[in-house]
């Protein structure tokens, strides 16, 4: 199928973007940190500064100020799904109600409840540590673009209700056009507390000051190569050093585990973002959006945006790239053929921002497991833990997967070790090339599906059926 031509507005908008990391262009950022150089011993060592690792040191440190903590990162802390994703920050620890109901029903009504504890304490910590990371607790909304959208809005809604949740509003496609204007809006759904919007680097550099304050050692161009038992705890080696640790907590996510056998249950795939030039009075005016919440279509392939603090309007989603063997490369962030669409598909959304331009493009890897939401485990006896598999909606949930991976490291029985979600594992992928052909086939068929009233095919059906899920 022959590619469709840019717009002249797309090719406009396009022509000066940078292709780089809007949060992470930022004058503010810190200098890294020296890599470690020798060997080092500790209580625990926290593997990847990310979100996951940033938080499991904080929260490491708050509940034993003792505890001697080590963080080392492979590059610099927050380069990566952390530093460029699009700054939402949800209470779902699911990927969502729908998610969540297809999967885990008797608990949910818990993993609700302790999805919004969770982002309450995010918001504390944000203002305990004074990280600038401008936090504001808009909530999102889910909005539908097709007829048959609607009804499942509806039925959302009925669920959360079910559920004893007073935060989810639906709106007519009036009352949502009242809140922002596109003509391609037909109703929502808003979550009016459950989801915060901030600056994703931001958080992470101020998370990383935050552990620095407490004690804890980060080393940074540091990656871990090798993990491994030396009999009374573990040995993580480096390019020019050791550590020496009781216990391990591995937060590296889309990039290859330290335990080999949770491997086949990641595959990383790549979304891809743009986002524009400051919005005037006039065009802010013309479309709306007084009260700055994050949104998203309710597409398979969908969209998300935000308004930014400075008025800028982040655009991503909808294209997610995956290259046969699941590598991860910098040479695949960047994908211009989803930039273009990505700029056509925006100004269908607002037209009335003609003449806007886009200042940044970029992508990256996310990490991606067959039941769309966090898995946890541990290995080498209890000593070592992982959280993994976000799959995009990592921003919250990452703390949650913290204070998870510090109760495995304990050995004590609390609410979250008791869920079943934590308990259980997601469908691992199978190897190439039937990853590779199964992931095409369940691309096509979510965009058929998008283009055929919803209607998933025989192929999605049997997906869901053994649990490989696929619906965002």
């Given at each position: 199928m022959a590619r469709a031509a840019m717009t002249p507005s797309a090719a406009h908008a396009l022509a000066d973007a940078e292709p780089t990391p809007f949060w992470l262009a930022d004058p503010d950022r810190p200098a890294a940190r020296p890599a470690l150089v020798g060997d080092e011993t500790c209580d625990l060592l926290v593997v990847g500064g990310g979100y996951s690792g940033l938080w499991t040191a904080l929260i490491a440190?708050?509940?034993?100020?003792?505890?001697?903590?080590?963080?080392?990162?492979?590059?610099?802390?927050?380069?990566?799904?952390?530093?460029?994703?699009?700054?939402?920050?949800?209470?779902?620890?699911?990927?969502?109600?729908?998610?969540?109901?297809?999967?885990?029903?008797?608990?949910?009504?818990?993993?609700?409840?302790?999805?919004?504890?969770?982002?309450?304490?995010?918001?504390?910590?944000?203002?305990?540590?004074?990280?600038?990371?401008?936090?504001?607790?808009?909530?999102?909304?889910?909005?539908?673009?097709?007829?048959h959208q609607i009804a499942e809005l509806k039925e959302f809604a009925e669920d959360a209700a079910g559920l004893g949740l007073d935060r989810h509003t639906f709106l007519d496609e009036d009352e949502l056009r009242a809140q922002v204007?596109?003509?391609?809006?037909?109703?929502?759904?808003?979550?009016?507390?459950?989801?915060?919007?901030?600056?994703?680097?931001?958080?992470?550099?101020?998370?990383?000051?935050?552990?620095?304050?407490?004690?804890?050692?980060?080393?940074?161009?540091?990656?871990?190569?090798?993990?491994?038992?030396?009999?009374i705890g573990m040995a993580v080696r480096t390019p020019y050093g050791r550590v020496f640790a009781r216990h391990v907590a591995l937060g590296t996510n889309a990039f290859p585990s330290l335990v080999k056998r949770v491997r086949p249950y990641i595959v990383p795939v790549y979304d891809h973002a743009l986002m524009t030039e400051p919005l005037s009075e006039e065009q802010l005016a013309a479309i709306g959006w007084k009260n700055r919440q994050g949104l998203s279509d309710s597409n398979n392939h969908f969209h998300y945006f935000r308004i930014t603090a400075d008025n800028r309007i982040l655009w991503g989603g909808y294209d997610i790239v995956y290259r046969y063997g699941g590598g991860v490369r910098a040479e695949y962030d960047h994908h211009p053929a989803t930039y273009e669409k990505l700029a056509r598909h925006f100004f269908r959304c607002f037209p009335q921002l003609e003449g806007l331009r886009f200042t940044h493009t970029w992508g990256g890897a996310i990490d991606t497991c067959s039941r769309f939401s966090a898995f946890f485990g541990t290995a080498h006896a209890g000593r070592v833990a992982y959280a993994t598999g976000y799959t995009g909606l990592g921003v919250g949930a990452t703390r949650f997967g913290a204070d998870v991976m510090l109760d495995l490291l304990s050995g004590e029985r609390t609410e979250r070790t008791e869920l079943e979600?934590?308990?259980s594992k997601p469908l691992p992928f199978p190897p190439e090339p039937l990853r590779w052909a199964g992931i095409g086939i369940t691309q096509w068929s979510m965009t058929q599906a998008d283009t055929r009233g919803g209607r998933r095919n025989l192929w999605l059906k049997a997906m869901d059926k053994v649990g490989l899920g696929f619906d965002s």
């Open positions: 440190k708050e509940r034993d100020p003792q505890r001697d903590v080590v963080l080392v990162e492979g590059a610099e802390i927050g380069w990566a799904a952390s530093g460029r994703n699009g700054g939402f920050c949800a209470a779902s620890l699911t990927h969502g109600l729908g998610n969540g109901l297809a999967r885990w029903p008797g608990e949910l009504a818990t993993l609700e409840q302790l999805g919004i504890r969770n982002l309450d304490a995010i918001g504390e910590a944000v203002e305990r540590y004074g990280i600038d990371c401008a936090f504001e607790r808009t909530g999102e909304i889910d909005i539908a673009t097709e007829p204007d596109s003509p391609t809006f037909r109703a929502g759904l808003w979550d009016r507390d459950g989801v915060a919007m901030l600056n994703p680097a931001r958080l992470a550099w101020g998370l990383k000051q935050a552990c620095l304050g407490l004690g804890v050692r980060i080393y940074e161009r540091t990656p871990a190569t090798d993990l491994a038992s030396d009999g979600m934590v308990r």
